[in-house]
């Protein structure tokens, strides 16, 4: 039942799930439907109950507007003019359950890829365009027709390309009978069928026989239920089994596997028609018609062969696809006339050959095994395999499919099916009909009184016991064409033969260059994008179809089928163990986005069919597996190294997600202990980029031993922040990888920037791997700040200890800070391209308007101060003349560098004044450990007696040597209590003079209300409360200068301010004065919990 109470719902005869009606956004609901019809429209949206198909009411004169819009049920291509919600020429709203609203109802559009050539991707509203507030007039940028037909990016070549050549018609797609059934069948029935089936139940027997076909039915059956459960798992593009491994494996498993599969394919395409031109020099020897000899026959036919099938080829899919059809009849009537053939009474001559019908005791004879030469089981399976490899022959044209998602496992699987029955029936007949050894001769009959010794033949009235001296011509073992000579009428055997080869080697023919062009459209491997070009309205790979063309001549050059075919077995087996291990690995990964259509798979069995599928290449030839997975590995390792930028949601994405979800899990479970406390720090960079050098000094002692956090908080208006910071996480993250930073980006959106970070310090990290220390630099310019912001500073500081934190606070001497820097930098590019394009003007325009035209050029380019870009001594910074943001801070840019660089041989100068749990001492242990400060020794200083400086170091000494930690040297400071030097006293209180509030000079009244107004400022009482430990800051800096002005770092306790007594301007005036005129320093205060133990 409807919904809406819209007319037109109850007019419409056939109710659907939901109805848009146009209506007239009119304040006069009496005009509402014979308004104007450029006023304002909404449309009105109703719901009913039976068919999942959106229908729309329409005014006439909007019909073929709406008419181009849906088709079938789908969304249909559009020129861009017409969007559920946002249209070019007027203002819709959506009507849903009677209300007003923009929301759309689900379309398929909305889930499109941008470029996909069966719809149009649609973009329906953002999260923020139903949650803001309403604005009735939506106002509809110019843009909109380039966010409605490319709503995720810019539509690529490959995109643009298909859908031109949609546009030019005639674009040929396959169903699941004429593109995977009758393609598989023909592949699979190939060159084995006729020539070597018989021989291959000659060697193994009946018995082996049938277990050899039905391993090889059994590899290729679990490889194609595994390959219908992928087919089924989303859209599938052209690229078979690489684009099946690559989309479920990732592109380092698909960029090794495409290039061997596309390279099997290609010498496929040798082995067919190397079979093919076999039997065409057996009719040549039987008219004794050989051009050369038997070899180079084979060369010849097998290259003119070759070069006939690429003309067709390169004809276009249409014309190979006719020539497939035309194969498989000519196929199917050979098949047919061998099983006629096997109940015509046979002639004396054919029983000469070995052929007597059916008999029993061949039967019983043929049944076990005859293994001669060097075959064996495995050897003869190994020649036969390669007639089950055509399963994929479907799949691998997966582009030229109108439904790869229900053609490649319908088509695939029945082909399976049919062509097991045929082999099996072939292989059977044949060896219940025919001898394994005749010679051909009508005279050789048994003599009567003559001993048969079980044999067949002889009991049959034929003595061929010469063949046990001598190799004869005819019978299983010996003669290639037996089925021509069972068969009812033997030259349709004969173009069953050409048919059959000459299919597979056609589907393979095919199958190489679209394999290839898939592979290199994705552009793994960058030398080979050449070949990704198509050409016609079927993209066809002209370039594949060449290279495959070389590839297949030169294997046909080798003109032995026998050496081809085991060479290909472990190409193909390597593709169909990959394909397995894909199904398999998706399964186990458990993504949400793994949800097959085809039901009928197992990730055990898949699995089962991988290892199976290892196992057969070793078992056929342990060389040849050994190089084959020596080439997949050589291609898997160069890709991880070229890291492609592509992005195909693989299941080892996921399994890395399961993986790490279940270590974090499993490391709960681990209680804490001292020796394996790790700095894990929250890093107050901003945006990472902006405080490159605060960022490089955490990652010192944090990459490959810790967890590091680059946090950044915004403050203002709640929607442009969380707009701002959600455009720029990805960004910034990337920039962590880019620069190989082992660190993670966190931003919070919050009403100040303590709250932000208060946000961070309780919410960040996960189980176990939580931060415990935060890294700040020192805030340069709090004299100049306002007290809200020194207040948030310190907050900051206090919530850390509150928080349980150790805190780090870093300066060096230029700042921080390069966000200036960045901003220039991004100014000078943007006026070096402006002044390029006006360059380019002037160029263009120089021969059009004369002297005049280029002078006024100029003119212009006067009034824009634009200047060329002057190149400063010493580094690649531009400046321009009409900059007025002051000269470039050199200095500012080469700091934010210093910690890159490798620290030439110095000390790193460690104060530890209080004991704060060792992380004083951890944090420039670890830093020696790291190559670029390897060559920096610790020193340590500390306080002590002047009576006891000897007993101090000794004990000091034998404390780090408990620690196991190594020094340079350690020195006592006994004077750190001493006043500091009235110059430094002076400029301490020079420096807190305008902030301090002298009440102690007022009438309380006017104190009180002092304190009332400023309560942020220093008070007489706390100066003189807290007057020694100033003392002490100021002496500490005195110290510094004369122990540590030479050291590449000082690493020094951070003081503590209790809450309540030491105000915030005091305390940044004690960091000031501490960390002034010296090298970088860290000022670093532990949680007072244990980080160093000298237990085993």
Request: glycine residues 8%; hydrophobic residues 45%.
């Amino acid at each position: 039942m409807s919904m809406n109470n819209s007319p037109n719902v109850f007019l419409d005869p056939s109710p659907n799930r939901f109805q848009v009606n146009v209506i007239n956004e009119n304040h006069d609901n009496t005009v509402q439907s014979q308004g104007d019809p450029d006023s304002q429209r909404y449309e009105e949206t109703s719901f009913a109950d039976d068919v999942n198909r959106l229908r729309i009411g329409y005014k006439p004169e909007n019909r073929e507007l709406y008419d181009n819009f849906f088709q079938n049920g789908d969304a249909a291509k559009t020129d861009g003019s017409f969007h559920p919600y946002d249209t070019h020429s007027n203002t819709y709203y959506l009507k849903t359950f009677g209300h007003n609203t923009i929301d759309a109802v689900p379309q398929i559009g909305y889930y499109r890829n941008t470029g996909s050539i069966s719809g149009i991707k649609m973009n329906r509203p953002s999260l923020m365009d139903i949650h803001e507030q309403l604005v009735k007039n939506i106002a509809v940028s110019s843009g909109s027709a380039d966010k409605f037909t490319k709503a995720d990016g810019n539509v690529g070549e490959e995109a643009e390309s298909n859908k031109e050549e949609e546009t030019k018609g005639g674009f040929v797609k396959f169903g699941w009978v004429k593109g995977v059934l009758v393609r598989c069948m023909l592949n699979i029935w190939g060159v084995m069928l006729f020539i070597r089936l018989s021989w291959i139940v000659g060697q193994a027997g009946i018995g082996l026989g049938v277990i050899i076909i039905l391993l090889a039915t059994m590899v290729t059956s679990i490889t194609g239920l595994s390959t219908s459960a992928i087919a089924t798992n989303g859209f599938v593009r052209g690229g078979g089994a690489y684009y099946l491994i690559s989309r479920s494996l990732g592109p380092e498993f698909g960029g090794s596997i495409g290039l061997i599969f596309a390279f099997a394919n290609a010498v496929a395409v040798a082995m067919y028609v190397v079979g093919f031109a076999e039997t065409v020099v057996d009719l040549l020897k039987s008219s004794n018609a050989i051009m050369v000899d038997a070899t180079n026959d084979i060369r010849i036919i097998g290259a003119i062969t070759v070069v006939i099938l690429l003309g067709i080829s390169v004809a276009g899919m249409e014309w190979e696809a006719k020539a497939q059809v035309i194969l498989l009849i000519i196929l199917l009537a050979a098949i047919i006339n061998f099983f006629i053939g096997t109940v015509i009474p046979c002639s004396n001559d054919k029983k000469a050959r070995g052929f007597f019908n059916y008999q029993a005791s061949i039967f019983a004879e043929n049944f076990g095994p005859d293994f001669r030469g060097e075959e064996g089981f495995f050897s003869v399976f190994a020649i036969f395999f390669p007639a089950a490899t055509g399963i994929l022959a479907g799949a691998n044209i997966s582009g030229d499919l109108e439904d790869p998602q229900d053609a490649i496992p319908k088509g695939t699987m029945l082909s399976i099916l049919l062509t097991t029955v045929a082999y099996l029936g072939v292989a059977i007949c044949a060896a219940a009909c025919v001898v394994r050894d005749a010679t051909g001769n009508v005279n050789d009959t048994v003599v009567s009184g003559m001993n048969c010794n079980g044999s067949s033949a002889c009991a049959l009235g034929y003595d061929f016991s010469s063949c046990k001296t001598q190799t004869c011509d005819y019978g299983l073992m010996n003669n290639f064409q037996v089925m021509t000579m069972v068969s009812g009428f033997g030259p349709l055997i004969t173009a069953g033969i050409f048919s059959a080869t000459l299919s597979s080697a056609l589907a393979s023919l095919v199958s190489a260059p679209k394999v290839f062009q898939a592979l290199c459209k994705d552009n793994i491997y960058r030398a080979l994008h050449f070949f990704a070009k198509g050409y016609g309205k079927n993209n066809e790979p002209i370039r594949g179809y060449v290279l495959t063309f070389v590839i297949a001549m030169a294997f046909i050059l080798i003109a032995e089928l026998n050496t081809i075919a085991p060479i290909i077995s472990n190409f193909f087996l390597a593709s169909y163990a990959l394909i397995n291990f894909s199904c398999f690995h998706a399964s186990y990964a458990k993504s949400p986005g793994w949800r097959p259509a085809f039901r009928y798979y197992n990730l055990w069995v898949s699995l089962f069919g991988a290892v199976l599928c290892c196992g057969v290449m070793f078992v056929i030839d342990w060389r040849a597996a050994l190089i084959t997975y020596a080439i997949e590995l050589f291609l898997y390792i160069y890709v991880t190294y070229k890291k492609p930028d592509v992005n195909w949601g693989s299941s080892s994405q996921a399994l890395y997600y399961v993986n790490a979800i279940d270590s974090a899990l499993e490391l709960t479970t681990v209680d804490d202990h001292v020796k394996n406390f790790r700095p894990q720090c929250i890093v107050l960079t901003g945006g990472p980029m902006s405080r490159p050098a605060l960022l490089d000094l955490a990652h010192s002692f944090t990459k490959n031993n810790g967890l590091c956090i680059c946090c950044e908080v915004y403050t203002g208006p709640r929607k442009l922040c969380v707009t701002e910071m959600n455009s720029g996480m990805a960004t910034k993250q990337a920039w962590l990888t880019k620069n190989k930073r082992k660190a993670f980006y966190a931003a919070v959106a919050a009403d100040s920037f303590r709250d932000g970070v208060k946000s961070l310090l309780q919410a960040s990290g996960l189980g176990r791997m939580r931060p415990n220390t935060l890294v700040l630099g020192f805030k340069k310019d709090w004299r100049d700040a306002s007290a809200t912001q020194v207040e948030n500073y310190m907050g900051v500081i206090h919530d850390a200890f509150d928080f349980d934190f150790g805190v780090i606070v870093a300066r060096i001497s230029q700042g921080f800070d390069i966000s200036q820097v960045l901003l220039v930098q991004e100014e000078l590019k943007k006026l070096e391209q402006e002044r390029q394009a006006l360059e380019a003007s002037i160029k263009d325009s120089e021969f059009e308007e004369g002297n005049g035209g280029i002078h006024g050029f100029f003119r212009r380019a006067t009034k824009l101060n634009i200047t060329k870009t002057i190149p400063k001594k010493g580094n690649s910074i531009k400046t321009i003349s009409s900059m007025h943001e002051g000269e470039f801070n050199q200095r500012l840019l080469e700091a934010s560098t210093q910690f890159k660089k490798k620290q030439g041989k110095g000390t790193i100068d460690v104060w530890w004044l209080f004991d704060d749990g060792g992380l004083i001492l951890l944090i420039p242990y670890i830093l020696t450990l790291r190559k670029k400060w390897k060559d920096c020794k610790l020193r340590i200083f500390t306080g002590g007696k002047v009576t006891r400086l000897e007993e101090e170091k000794l004990m000091m000494a034998s404390l780090l040597s408990k620690f196991r930690i190594k020094f340079a040297d350690i020195n006592i400071i006994g004077d750190i209590n001493m006043k500091p030097n009235k110059e430094s006293w002076k400029f301490f209180e020079e420096m807190i003079e305008p902030f301090r509030l002298h009440e102690s000079c007022k009438d309380l009244t006017t104190a009180e209300k002092l304190k009332r107004e400023a309560p942020w400022k220093i008070t007489d009482a706390e100066l003189e409360a807290v007057k020694e430990k100033s003392y002490r800051q100021v002496r500490l800096n005195q110290l510094l200068q004369e122990h540590s002005r030479a050291a590449n770092l000082i690493v020094l306790t951070l003081p503590v301010a209790r809450k309540g007594i030491v105000s915030d301007y005091l305390y940044m005036a004690w960091l000031e004065i501490l960390s002034k005129n010296l090298p970088p320093i860290l000022l670093i205060r532990g949680n007072h919990k244990n980080v160093l133990t000298f237990y085993s």
